[in-house]
T-cell receptor, first 113, second 111 residues
């Protein structure tokens, strides 16, 4: 299995809703990442998990809450989002210290109304 | 100044043309250089990876790195309509835990 699977593919949520994005990989990668990508922009790093521990938080607002329950799963819990948070949310994984790139999932397209 | 600069295009070429995509960067600590292809509404897919300066070829794709000029290129030979996508350059300093992306170049190959 050489894939990173993200669910759901599309999500529409109101500003008072609570929802979660899910990411799963079975490649034995011990680093997992959340990126946010706006239209026609590059991906922006949000969080990095190494060995299931949060190692990088790029000053992301607390309305985004990551969780790594085990080495194969990564969640992003969403609460009280704003319309400007609408974007493609990408999960990626890699071997720790791997310098030749991540494996990205197809993303969750989030719309906040 | 951004760490990585990439012309966003859009770039439109006829089928069979040679395409040249480029990025410049400012940080001489970057050691590892990658090109990703991203189709509309999909995640980026790793296309090419190069360490330090030099060339790397894979089928119709050639990646070049010139560290002295802080300039990297991706060449696509015999371009196909299926090559129509956004191409993102990316680079990292050492252990690879943080990547720096260019803004992406949108490419359309016209049949």
């Amino acid at each position: 299995d050489t894939e990173v699977t993200q669910t759901p593919k599309h999500l529409v949520m109101g500003m008072t809703n609570k929802k979660s994005l899910k990411c799963e990989q079975h490649m034995g990668h011990r680093a997992m990442y959340w990126y946010k990508q706006k239209a026609k922009k590059p991906p922006e790093l949000m969080f990095v998990y190494s060995y299931e521990k949060l190692s990088i938080n790029e000053s992301v607002p607390s309305r985004f809450s990551p969780e790594c329950p085990n080495s194969s799963l990564l969640n992003l819990h969403l609460h009280a989002l704003q319309p400007e948070d609408s974007a493609l949310y990408l999960c990626a994984s890699s071997q720790l210290g791997q310098t030749y790139g991540y494996t990205f999932g197809s993303g969750t397209r989030l719309t906040v109304v | 100044q951004k760490e990585v600069e990439q012309d966003p295009g859009p770039l439109s070429v006829p089928e069979g043309a040679i395409v040249s995509l480029n990025c410049t960067y400012s940080n001489s600590a970057f050691q590892y250089f990658m090109w990703y292809r991203q189709y509309s509404r999909k995640g980026p897919e790793l296309l090419m990876y190069t360490y330090s300066s030099g060339n790397k070829e894979d089928g119709r794709f050639t990646a070049q790195v010139d560290k002295s000029s802080k300039y990297i290129s991706l060449f696509i030979r015999d371009s196909q309509p299926s090559d129509s996508a956004t191409y993102l350059c990316a680079m990292t300093k050492n252990t690879g835990n943080q990547f720096y992306f260019g803004t992406g170049t949108s490419l359309t190959v016209i049949p």
